[in-house]
């Protein structure tokens, strides 16, 4: 099973858009976590993990703890605030911590795959930071992918004729916003849509052969 995340906020997003393009290029079974509403804190540090690489916060984290080491694969994937990634996927990686115990790695050999909604031209942050998580629970990164967002300027009611926001930086000040100064979707942006369609191939086929070289050497 690949799982899915998105740390997106937003129940319908450009993140979760991308993690599910991903998913279904792999045509192997899959589930989705959307972390919208979801109620994870940060790492106590309580070292309550430590005996057994399970994490004892009681909130909604431990849930999503059991599906990723269901999976053979994550491919997670985050918004940039603030020139970093969101507080709720940080709050959701920060936590694998709990798998990284007396030389127990509870996710090691699990593939990895990074996806940032990231509008920086330069090297991503998003894509750093859960790159260098995935790593340091041993998961091997099969790839990342970034694409463009949708700012809550659009959405805020009043991006319009706000002066500073990314609205009226795009566009100057309109009477409304129309459709047609949105940014465009994730299913519209073909360079990141293609990019997803190889990553989740390359995924799909690096896992069937890990099943068929398992069933042949039994």
Known sequence: MILGISASGRTQSVTSDA????????????????????RISGCLGCVGCAADNRCVVSDDWPAIAERMIAADAVVFGA?????????????????????RHRETFTLAGKLGIAVAIDRSRTES?????????????????VGSLRADGVSQCYDCGFGEDCAVGSVVAAHG??????????????????????????????????????????????
């Open 79 to 99: 918004p940039n605030y603030y020139g970093t990634l969101n507080a709720l996927g940080h709050a959701c990686l920060e936590r694998t911590f709990c798998f």
């Open 173 to 218: 000040f309109l009477d409304c916003i129309l459709e047609e100064h949105r940014p465009p979707p994730f299913s519209e942006q073909e360079e990141p849509r293609q990019r997803a369609v190889k990553l989740g191939k390359t995924l799909g086929s690096i896992l069937r052969a890990r099943e068929n070289d398992g069933i042949a050497s039994s």
């Open 19 to 38: 993690v599910h393009a991903v998913l279904d290029a792999t045509s192997l079974p899959t589930e989705f976590i959307s972390l919208a509403g979801k």
């Open 125 to 141: 942050p998003v894509l750093a930071f859960i790159q260098r998580v995935m790593t340091s629970n041993l998961m091997p990164v």
